[in-house]
């Protein structure tokens, strides 16, 4: 049924056959789909693809998603060894073993803890969800993660650009810093006259627009809800009332006398 080729398949916009290109071209890029568009499970089908090319993976995410990545990996590639890197300094030290893992989930705050030991490992994939947390190349994550070894680098974020379109140089250069090399050229050449529109100080230039997307769109996809709702499924609300335990019930009535 239409049901279950949706449940089971790969939605109709799912960008598989441009991250695939990528892979197959040697390029680095951003999937910058609005959120609920899945980045997470377009991410790993590309994986998936690649299952013959084991990894070793890295994916860095903030700690509050690890453990939706690992159900999510678990779920759609059984045949992965996951490993979610978290844990005291001894316990994540024994993680550590060679060859022990296809894919390493882990958190920014840890990578950079234990940054010499990520750094000495050769990775296939370098993943990072919730990209702009490398917004900043100033500053100490953006340049210990730049020096990673990796074959491929992949960005995730719903928000590439957030205040400044420096902030984009920035995401850009650490995926190819040799296509992506001058912060001076591209300050100048996009960056100032750009805010100078936004700020009225500068007339809209229609021209160089179309040069900063035809420098971006080989690198960078997003799709947002409007463009792609039609493809996906339609969306149910469901109202579940759930009653109160007594405990739960004393003190909702204890706060509520309070309150009054």
């Known amino acids: ?65 690890m453990l939706n990545w690992e159900m999510e990996l678990k779920r759609w590639c059984p045949g992965f060894k996951i490993l979610t890197y978290f844990g005291s300094q001894k316990e994540r030290k024994l993680k550590r073993q060679p060859n022990a893992f296809h894919v390493c989930i882990t958190s920014y705050k840890l990578v950079l803890q234990d940054h010499q030991a990520f750094r000495r490992k050769s990775w296939r994939y370098l993943i990072l969800d919730e990209a702009q947390n490398i917004k900043n190349f100033k500053s100490q994550r953006w340049q210990s993660l730049l020096n990673f070894n990796s074959h491929r680098r992949l960005l995730l974020t719903g928000t590439p650009l957030q205040n400044s379109l420096m902030e984009l140089w920035s995401l850009m250069h650490f995926l190819m810093p040799h296509v992506f090399q001058s912060h001076r050229e591209f300050k100048e050449w996009f960056s100032n006259p750009l805010t100078g529109m936004i700020e009225g100080s500068q007339e809209y230039n229609e021209g160089l627009v179309k040069r900063l997307h035809k420098v971006l769109r080989p690198f960078l996809l997003r799709r947002i809800k409007v463009d792609v709702e039609k493809q996906m499924p339609k969306k149910y609300e469901h109202v579940v009332r759930c009653r109160l335990s007594k405990r739960q019930r004393f003190l909702y009535d204890d706060f509520m006398a309070q309150a009054s």
């Open 1 to 65: 049924s239409s049901y279950q080729r949706e449940s089971r398949g790969l939605l109709p916009h799912i960008g598989l056959d441009w991250l695939v290109t990528m892979y197959e071209k040697k390029l680095n890029g951003i999937l910058a789909d609005e959120m609920g568009l899945g980045k997470t499970i377009q991410t790993i089908a590309l994986l998936a693809h690649l299952a013959c090319n084991w990894g070793p993976h890295l994916i860095i995410v903030p700690t509050s998603v």
